[in-house]
């Protein structure tokens, strides 16, 4: 009967129900008792309230003490555990990470909340329910598992999640990989621009390189990379002194690979660097290495290496792949191919060579090897274009560690300066201590004390009137003073003191000795300016 007071409630604006005046049905609110216009009616809203034209919200009084849950949203919603395996697995390996704050807070009910799953669209990540509106709409967010622990737990350090992640992808996703080896020019395109398997947690080293971030990944045609190409530069590796050995899983997805010198007058393969999409790739790899008797990836060395020598058409330049290792220099050498004609001679054919002073540059990433190549002005290395540095002061191309040799950081200027351009220039710290700053020469805001023969910052130095010159703060506080008289500083060989128990300059004693009429200072047997009046006339007893 009261169906026309429905009207009398508000669109839009949010209505405060009391707890007793909400209906609960199953342990979920289904409707309330709301009171307008003192006739009080009840709304039922059912289990969907939106697709009623509802919003239906929990307000929560009070502050859960738990700072992580309090953030998430309505931390009394039900409990749900829809990966119990990885719930447990998280509850056991957060639990044996040390850290005081976890042991008091609620972990299992930020699990409950949170509900972490392994995500079936991407392999090797979690799920979570970022907060309780995604919780409430159901919406499981796929994160990779080091964010989303951090999200559970932010009270994780760095390696304590670093450490967790392994452990997870150990536990949850362990891929299926073939080890598989060629020195055919085709496997090496296969291979460099194959299907990959997803990225996951990998710990990049020296050895270790992404797979993802390769250089050489694109087709490099149909302008999929900087150049398109008759074909991919890898393919020159195919020359018969290298191997590409490669993980891949059951569909044929490329999960790692290394390119391998096979043909190293040692005997010892020499490998390049070792790129993976999982560590688990990385370390298959590296184990693969070990067992043909491989050298160090640090000890390795392609010079006297064979490439393929094949020209570009259009640009008529040498194709080829960025080298990893040094030297990145190689030459066109006609050498024997390894078979004879009809008549028993060998055959010859061009190669390019790698070799340290090589006339093309093997730095490139667009897929072809230049001439002009980028040489260090001091060690004469070839250097790649991204990694040469320019000096405006020697108007010559360096290396990077040439260049830091010869140059320096200035800290006031942010840039880069020739050794010859620098000066230290002076500085208190709030502690009194004396440091530096690495300066160069033609910044401003310096002066030069020429006592200590230093250069001091100008906002701390100090003239010296008398002198005509300017002193840093620990030559003031050892060897000047402030005259009481007229604020100006003086070296202490010319403090004194007056009656007044003031500290003055003999300069300003004399001075005033030499215009005043009224009275003059003068020394007595204590070191200290008496004041002396004259008597203003002859007869004055």
Not at 165 to 182: G, I, M, N, P, Q
Not at 215 to 221: E, H, K, V
Not at 306 to 321: E, N
Request: charged share 25%; aromatic share 12%.
């Amino acid at each position: 009967e009261n169906v026309e007071h429905l009207a009398l409630i508000p669109d839009y604006k949010p209505i405060s129900i009391p707890d007793d005046d909400m209906i609960i049905e199953f342990n979920t609110p289904t409707g309330a008792f709301i009171k307008l216009e003192n006739v009080r009616f009840r709304v039922s809203f059912g289990h969907d309230p939106q697709s009623n034209g509802f919003v239906v919200k929990r307000i929560l009084d009070s502050e859960h003490s738990d700072p992580v849950l309090q953030a998430w949203g309505d931390w009394t919603l039900p409990a749900r555990h829809p990966d119990n395996a990885l719930r447990q697995w998280l509850l056991d390996n957060i639990g044996y990470v040390h850290n005081p704050t976890l042991e008091t807070n609620s972990l299992p009910h930020r699990l409950s909340l949170f509900a972490p799953i392994r995500s079936k669209r991407r392999h090797g990540y979690i799920s979570i329910y970022q907060n309780s509106d995604k919780y409430i709409a159901d919406l499981h967010t796929p994160m990779k598992p080091g964010k989303a622990m951090s999200t559970i737990a932010p009270e994780l350090d760095n390696k304590a999640v670093d450490m967790l992640v392994t452990r997870f992808l150990d536990a949850f996703a362990h891929r299926e990989y073939t080890v598989k080896t060629s020195s055919k020019h085709d496997d090496f395109r296969k291979v460099y621009t194959g299907k990959m398997v997803g990225t996951q947690n990998i710990n990049t080293t020296g050895t270790y390189k992404s797979l993802a971030a390769s250089c050489m990944r694109y087709t490099f045609d149909d302008n999929d990379g900087p150049m398109n190409l008759p074909i991919h530069p890898t393919e020159v590796y195919g020359s018969g002194d290298f191997n590409i050995i490669w993980v891949e899983d059951a569909r044929g997805f490329i999960g790692g690979r290394v390119v391998v010198y096979m043909k190293h007058e040692s005997g010892k393969p020499q490998p390049s660097y070792i790129y993976g999409a999982c560590q688990q790739a990385l370390d298959m790899l590296k184990d693969h290495l070990d067992s043909i008797d491989a050298c160090d990836i640090y000890d390795s060395d392609w010079t006297g290496a064979k490439l393929s020598a094949v020209k570009d058409y259009d640009t008529q330049a040498y194709i080829g792949p960025y080298l990893d290792l040094e030297p990145r220099a190689l030459d066109v050498c006609r050498l024997p191919d390894g078979t004879k004609d009809s008549q028993g001679n060998t055959n010859t054919k061009e190669y390019l060579v790698i070799g340290c002073g090589g006339e093309l540059d093997g730095n490139g990433y667009c897929g072809v090897y230049s001439d002009e190549t980028n040489r260090c002005y001091n060690c004469e290395e070839n250097v790649h274009e991204d990694d040469t540095r320019y000096s405006e002061y020697t108007g010559e191309t360096y290396c990077d560690c040439c260049f830091q040799d010869d140059h320096f950081y200035c800290d006031w200027s942010d840039e880069y300066y020739h050794d010859d351009q620098h000066i230290c220039v002076w500085y208190t710290t709030s502690e009194g201590a004396k440091r530096y700053h690495d300066v160069a020469e033609c910044c401003d805001g310096y002066t030069f004390c020429e006592r200590e023969g230093e250069y001091w910052d100008s906002d701390e130095v100090i003239h010296v009137e008398s002198e005509g010159s300017y002193i840093s703060p620990p030559m003031f506080e050892e060897n000047y003073f402030v005259s009481d008289w007229d604020g100006e500083v003086y070296h202490n060989t010319q403090m004194v003191s007056t009656i007044e128990d003031d500290t003055v300059s003999e300069d300003e004693i004399d001075y005033h000795n030499n215009t005043s009429n009224e009275y003059k200072y003068v020394r007595n047997d204590f070191g200290i300016y008496m004041k002396s009046y004259e008597k203003e006339n002859n007869n004055e007893k």
